[in-house]
């Protein structure tokens, strides 16, 4: 009974351990609706899913495909920032606005909280990075809220944790 009890909790720790509960996991949330509001699911909007330190990492489908329209293009993200929100710190519609009411449900841009995490986005997503001076620029969890004052923080407001 002993050998079989610990048969049991060694083979649930070895799967564990080797990422296959989160690959699994992953692969289930994926096809999630995205948001209550519409009919597509993230497999349906993001492409190359990659598990790294217990995070799931994506890009918007239209990097791959090139097609800008749904579902591919849903994720295919606008900062949205207007001349008058520099002068007056009012946000009337910019990417940070929209995450907030979930219209991107748990998707969100990246955070890059340390260089090994940036090693990993240069080494899976760096074909698709574009430069600030394109439309097809790549977002990460910065922002410049030039309604504080205009420095940089994550969308949620905190303190940046790591920026190269």
Do not use: E
Not at 4 to 11: C, G, K, M, R, T
Not at 32 to 46: C, E, F, H, M, V
Not at 47 to 70: E, L, P
């Amino acid at each position: 009974m002993f050998h079989v009890l610990f048969a049991l909790i060694y083979s649930i720790l070895f799967l564990s351990l080797s990422g296959i509960t989160s690959t699994a996991l992953a692969a289930v949330s994926c096809n999630d609706p995205i948001y209550a509001g519409t009919s597509y699911k993230y497999a349906n909007a993001l492409d190359h899913f990659i598990i790294f330190q217990g995070n799931t990492y994506a890009i918007a489908r239209s990097a791959s495909t090139g097609n800008g329209a749904a579902p591919d293009g849903y994720f295919a993200m606008s900062a949205n920032i207007d001349a008058q929100y520099s002068f007056t710190g009012v946000d009337n519609g910019s990417l940070r606005k929209l995450l907030a009411t979930g219209i991107y449900g748990a998707a969100q841009p990246v955070t890059i909280p340390d260089a090994a995490t940036q090693a990993f986005i240069m080494t899976y997503y760096g074909q698709y990075l574009g430069k600030a001076s394109s439309p097809a620029s790549t977002y990460v969890n910065a922002w410049k809220d030039y309604g504080a004052g205009a420095q940089f923080t994550q969308m949620t407001g905190g303190a940046l944790a790591f920026s190269n």
